[in-house]
């Protein structure tokens, strides 16, 4: 049983799992399947918005993508949240992306 479908089936028990959601998207992009890590981010960001480790991994991938503005929309989101987690290190990682995006930025 390959990764994937291990994730799966971890996710089959407990469907809301930020975690495992996560791990299964970061395997999605490895495969080069934007699409259902999208998908997969998104539902997270949705469900639990403390989860501030996918907000990095989703503005990557919609910059690769070429949606910059969305990208920064998703930067700043995470900010945010690492602002209110108290996250000094994940909020520094999602300022450094954001401002390599925007040099300008304050």
Do not use: C
């Amino acid at each position: 049983m390959d990764r994937i479908e291990k994730l799966k089936e971890f996710l089959k028990a407990n469907p809301a799992d930020s975690f495992l959601q996560h791990a299964l998207a970061l395997e999605y992009i490895k495969l080069g399947n934007d699409t259902e890590a999208k998908k997969l981010f998104e539902t997270i960001i949705n469900n639990d918005p403390a989860y501030v480790g996918t907000y990095y991994h989703l503005a990557r991938l919609l910059e690769r993508n070429g949606d910059t503005e969305a990208a920064m929309k998703v930067y700043e989101k995470g900010m945010e949240e690492a602002r209110k987690a108290g996250d000094n290190h994940a909020y520094g990682e999602l300022r450094g992306a954001y401002e390599e995006i925007d040099p300008l930025s304050p």
